[in-house]
């Protein structure tokens, strides 16, 4: 299993050879979580990246990669653990059948870790399991009181099972927790990670992850998409394009042998773009070609 990187440019570099290309302020906070042992706190608008971050550091680090999907109403049995009910009940009229009336003694060994399955939390400090990196996903969906639970987690990387006792992880998981901010996340999370906002790339950043993301487009093309979508992206929409459907409309593209932009195309192919039919309405016609007259006017040439 790789080690962590040493310096900021190890940590850019290893986020590179996964194919996510990071600005220095990105992988210099990413580095210090990862330096520090400190969860790191992504916030952002949907399809800027957050969530691809985890992933590319379990693969750079050769972990495991636990991912948590916060949901509203998310309970303790979906995120940390819960015990096995039905081969406890089982173990139960086994020993009833074996003429065992110790119930003390019963109650002891039903609960054991033989019983306790584990969910993402658990999964991701069990020290009986490799290294990981734990995903908490878009934690802005789940309830207030689950935060209150995170905080053993993020501060000390153990969870208390009352009937069993203490949990700890042996080796640190690298955690990366990101919110879209439909919510505000509580001061408390805050304090104990390293916090960094996700923007949109600006138009050479976001060239630059093109090129590793979609190779088979063209220069050209690649960069007419980009000063597209980044004129799309002043635009009063509902839904502004992340760098997802930047990526999925320049292969779309790319499929249909496009190379460069045409109205025609694009009003065809602005679903993939935007994902609301006022939006698209807005968009399609006259400002469609205009946004695509600007793109290949402004695009620099490759």
Not at 194 to 216: F, Q
Not at 228 to 248: N, S
Request: proline share 6%; charged share 25%.
């Amino acid at each position: 299993m790789p080690g962590l990187p040493k310096t900021v440019g190890e940590t850019a570099d290893l986020l590179a050879s996964q194919g996510y290309i990071a600005g220095p302020e990105l992988a210099t906070t990413v580095h210090l979580a990862l330096t520090m042992g400190r969860p790191l706190f992504l916030e952002g608008e949907p399809g800027t990246g957050k969530t691809e971050i985890a992933k590319v550091l379990a693969a750079g680090l050769g972990r495991r990669l636990v991912r948590l999907q916060c949901y509203d109403g998310m309970d303790l049995s979906a995120a940390a653990y819960e015990w096995d009910h039905a081969r406890q009940l089982i173990e139960i009229r086994l020993a009833e059948a074996a003429g065992d009336t110790n119930r003390d003694a019963l109650a002891r060994d039903i609960y054991t870790r033989e019983f306790l399955q584990g969910r993402p939390l658990l999964s991701a400090i069990d020290p009986d399991l490799p290294p990981a990196v734990l995903l908490i996903d878009e934690l802005d969906r789940a309830d207030e009181p689950f935060e209150a639970f995170l905080l053993e987690v993020l501060a000390d990387f153990q969870l208390t099972v009352p009937e069993l006792g203490t949990i700890r992880a042996k080796t640190r998981p690298v955690v990366v927790l990101t919110s879209n901010r439909t919510r505000e996340v509580h001061d408390a999370i805050r304090r104990r990670c390293l916090y960094h906002w996700v923007d949109y790339p600006d138009t050479k950043h976001e060239r630059a992850i093109l090129a590793a993301k979609a190779p088979g487009v063209s220069a050209k093309l690649s960069a007419q998409v980009v000063e597209f979508v980044h004129r799309l992206r002043q635009q009063d929409l509902f839904k502004l394009p992340g760098v997802a459907e930047t990526i999925d409309w320049a292969h779309a593209l790319s499929y249909l042998d496009q190379n460069e932009l045409a109205p025609e195309t694009v009003n065809d192919t602005l679903g993939i773009l935007l994902k609301y039919q006022d939006d698209i309405a807005k968009v399609r016609g006259a400002e469609a070609a205009r946004l695509v007259s600007e793109a290949r006017e402004f695009a620099p040439a490759l």
